[in-house]
Every structure is written in structure tokens, then in C-alpha cells.
């Protein structure tokens, strides 16, 4: 897979670049594995509507995918209960600095983007909203509907883990 995806990656890299930068997107997905005792004992399955689980065991998978070309260039796999920041951190390296990740709100958390910042890597994010959700605090207008803002490391999260930089300043 590594292989055939780099090779493919090099030779349709032009037309994964948009301004001068290679844009993927990030996101997860579930898929069924065979109805099998190992894939049951090592992926697991999801709970059912009617209680119970699910007639399958199912894999939960991170793909990194060239935004318009749609090449898978990396893929993390993993049993049902990991959760999709836990595979994509695994894809960190991979992103290349300079880069553009396009990702649903599922990726708006404070570390996750602190860490796409130490990589140099741009990128393009839904807010997530309600009371609990990480807030921008717009401090300089650019335009219209365009706004320098700061994300400020949730205190609890800067307790666990102090090399994370207090804050992040973002265009909004």
C-alpha cells in the first residue's frame, strides 16, 4: 500500500496542489469485517438500536486522502472502540509541513491543532459549537466575515500536558 500509494502520490502531485499547496482531507469511517471470531475478538462491534451489537465486527479507519484527486495516502486502522483522534494522531508525521488538511469539527480540539501547528501545516477546520466547545476570541478584523482569533488552551488540558503552547492565534 505505501509503496503504490507514494508512487501515485508523486505522479499526480500537481494535481493535488491547490495555491502552491498539497491539500488533503482527514476524516473517519467504520467499515464491516468479516463475521469471523479473531475480527470479532480484535475489532469488536458496535452496540445495536435494539440492544445487543451489531451483526458484524467492525474496523474504525483514518484516512488521509488528496482532496481532488481522492488518492488514499495513508490509512490508520484500528478495532471499533479507538476513536478517530487516537488513529489520526498515528497519521501525524505523515502530514507534510506546508500542507492544507481539510477536516469536519470532529478534529476542533485544542491539542490536535496545536500539533498542526508545531508540523507547519495549514489548515481548514468546522467550529465546533455549544458550551463545552473550545471558543475563538476574535481580536483583529481582516474583512468581511474575516477575523484574526486566538483558541486558548483549555486549563485542564494544559495540566496534562504543559508543552502545549497557551495559545494559538487563527484566522477566523
Known amino acids: 500500500f505505501e509503496g503504490l500509494a507514494g508512487t501515485l502520490a508523486k505522479k499526480h502531485r500537481e494535481a493535488s496542489t491547490g495555491l502552491g499547496l498539497v491539500v488533503y482531507a482527514l476524516d473517519g469511517s467504520c467499515f464491516r469485517v468479516p463475521d469471523e471470531e479473531e475480527n470479532d475478538n480484535y475489532f469488536g462491534r458496535p452496540g445495536s438500536s435494539r440492544g445487543g451489537k451489531s451483526g458484524f465486527p467492525q474496523m474504525r479507519v483514518v484516512l488521509l486522502i488528496t482532496a481532488f484527486t481522492h488518492l488514499v495516502v495513508q490509512a490508520a486502522l484500528g478495532p471499533y472502540k479507538t476513536g478517530e483522534m487516537t488513529l489520526a494522531e498515528t497519521l501525524l508525521p505523515m502530514i507534510a509541513p506546508g500542507s492544507l488538511l481539510l477536516m469536519d469539527r470532529n478534529y476542533y480540539a485544542f491539542a490536535w491543532l496545536a500539533s498542526l501547528f508545531t508540523k507547519r501545516a495549514f489548515f481548514l477546520v468546522r467550529a465546533k459549537t455549544g458550551k463545552t466547545a473550545l471558543k475563538a476570541v476574535k481580536t483583529r478584523k481582516l474583512g468581511k466575515d474575516d ?26
Do not use: F
Open 147 to 172: 477575523w484574526l482569533a486566538t483558541l486558548t488552551a483549555p486549563a485542564y488540558l494544559r495540566r496534562l500536558n504543559p508543552d502545549l503552547p497557551a495559545a494559538l492565534e487563527i484566522r477566523l
